[in-house]
């Protein structure tokens, strides 16, 4: 089932800035009905798609990418956290869990 806009969080796959047009993947994949936009005049915009969609856009990095996120891991407790970086974050480990059928929760702020 995809998630909905009250879903609970689960783990972060990836997290980055973006600029103004840095929704066009997304807006791709709702037109092409592979996800779905979940609210409307919520805060923040909320969709949903399967993983099979959404990762490979992920793995390849979206365009538009600006400041960036990078996920560090403790080495003795194994958490991870997302922290400022120029690199882009996203967790392998993370992305690696996925099923190709699982519904992910995608998470739009506009920082402006």
Known sequence: ????????????IAAWYA???G????????????VIFL????FPGIYSGKARDILPVIEN????????????????TGKQTLVSSKNFGKSD???????????????IWDLS
């Open 93 to 107: 480990k993370e992305i690696a869990s996925c099923y190709n059928e699982e519904w992910l929760r995608i998470e």
């Open 1 to 12: 089932m995809p998630a909905t806009a009250k879903s609970k969080r689960g783990s972060f």
């Open 23 to 34: 929704l066009r993947w997304l807006d791709k994949l709702v037109d092409e009905e592979k």
């Open 61 to 76: 990095m979206p365009p538009y990418v600006e400041d960036k996120y990078e996920w560090v891991e403790d080495k003795e």
């Open 19 to 21: 600029g103004c047009s």
């Open 39 to 42: 609210t409307k005049d919520m």
